[in-house]
């Protein structure tokens, strides 16, 4: 194998790839990266079994020239020595020969590596996904249903599906739900089915925060693909699989009021910063508890308390507040990642009562929810 490309591009793609390789795996040759040339490109490969990522650098691209491939082939070299010395190489070409024993020369300006390879035909195939159904999604759109529901999934392994993120489609609407059972986060969103393809599967919270870090911010659409224990996920030359979650995921429908005792309407900017403010002084080791209560003329009280700290007690002006007075405690973190997640200027908040789960919303909007179980406090 032998060819030559531009630094940037090969940087790029090793910096893709990178996100699916890890340095904790059983399979010793996934500690490296894939490299394939041919008539068509350079493509790498990275994978820890849970993910796989493929960039692909074409030949050409809009008329400017990546690749000159000399002499196909293909190599898997290590990923953390390869991924340094890329970035750090001197001129804006990279020449990549790979000599008997799968030794690998790395020439670029006056600077010369000789990097010791593995036989790529040991390196385990990728699965093998059969495009029947396929959707189609604004990227995007893909990056913010992460962001917006990608956060409230468990980092415990004590359920391993609520690690994960719960994706339904039925009748062309995606709904994403994301929960460690102290919160839920829900994200729907209509999407591009060329077909009444039904699916309910859990994608690991980790492989979508990846996947996230990857695609750019384009209205390009990404496809995906489904099936009994993958998701592919195409975008602009990069392929991204991971594996599903086993296991069925709660039913979290119940969680929902559907009625509320008392309804806030506050604006996100305000709110969001008396609560940071509040939880300068909540004691982590408390899950940071910050408390709230509903006073006369329309108006909310902020405060934490804590002993050997000292207290904060903040008021903040609302829009709206009706139905019951109310006092409730709750995490500030929580409250914090679930305002961040809505885009919006103003929120309403529903609450019914003390002890039951209440939901954050953006008025006229009900596409996204957030949900957080009170903290009880005596």
Not at 3 to 15: C, E, R, S, T, W
Not at 33 to 58: M, Q, R, Y
Not at 203 to 209: D, E, N, V
Not at 267 to 285: P, W
């Amino acid at each position: 194998m032998k060819f030559v490309i531009q630094k940037d591009k090969l940087a790029q793609g090793v910096q893709d790839v990178m996100k699916a390789v890890s340095s904790r795996t059983t399979i010793p040759i996934l500690t490296g990266i894939k490299i394939v040339a041919n008539s068509e490109g350079v493509t790498l490969t990275g994978s820890d079994s849970d993910i796989s990522i493929e960039s692909f650098i074409p030949i050409e691209e809009k008329g400017k020239i990546n690749v000159e491939v000399q002499t196909p082939g293909s190599i898997v070299l290590q990923a953390r020595f390869f991924s340094e010395i890329v970035k750090k190489l001197p001129k804006d070409t990279v020449e990549m020969e790979v000599q008997n024993h799968f030794s690998t020369i790395i020439r670029s300006g006056k600077a010369e590596f000789n990097l010791n390879g593995q036989d790529a035909q040991e390196y385990p195939h990728l699965p093998n996904v059969e495009e029947e159904n396929v959707f189609r999604i604004p990227t995007d759109l893909l990056k913010t249903l992460i962001r917006q529901t990608g956060f409230a999934v468990s980092t415990s392994e004590t359920r391993p599906i609520l690690t994960g993120v719960n994706w339904r489609i039925e009748n062309g609407e995606l709904t994403c739900i994301a929960t460690d059972s102290h919160r839920l986060a829900l994200r729907k969103t209509s999407i591009d089915a060329g077909h009444e393809g039904k699916y309910n599967v859990v994608i690991p919270g980790k492989s979508l925060s990846e996947l996230s870090k990857i695609l750019d911010d384009s209205n390009d659409l990404t496809e995906m693909v489904f099936t009994d224990n993958q998701v592919l996920f195409k975008a602009k030359n990069i392929l991204f699989f991971s594996r599903l979650l086993d296991g069925n995921y709660p039913d979290t429908s119940r969680l929902i009021p559907d009625e509320s005792k008392t309804d806030v309407l506050v604006q996100t900017k305000e709110f969001l910063q008396s609560i940071d403010r509040a939880s300068l002084l909540a004691k982590e080791g408390r899950n940071n508890v910050v408390k709230l209560s509903t006073l006369e003329g329309g108006m909310l009280e902020i405060s934490s308390n804590s002993p050997e700290i000292g207290k904060v007690i903040e008021e903040v002006q609302t829009e709206e507040i009706s139905g019951e007075e109310l006092k409730i405690s709750f995490s500030a973190k929580y409250m914090m990642d679930a305002l961040k997640a809505l885009e919006s200027s103003e929120i309403k908040v529903s609450f019914t009562g003390a002890m039951r789960p209440f939901l954050i919303r953006t008025p006229e909007d009900d596409t996204i929810l957030q949900l957080i179980l009170p903290v009880r406090t005596y």
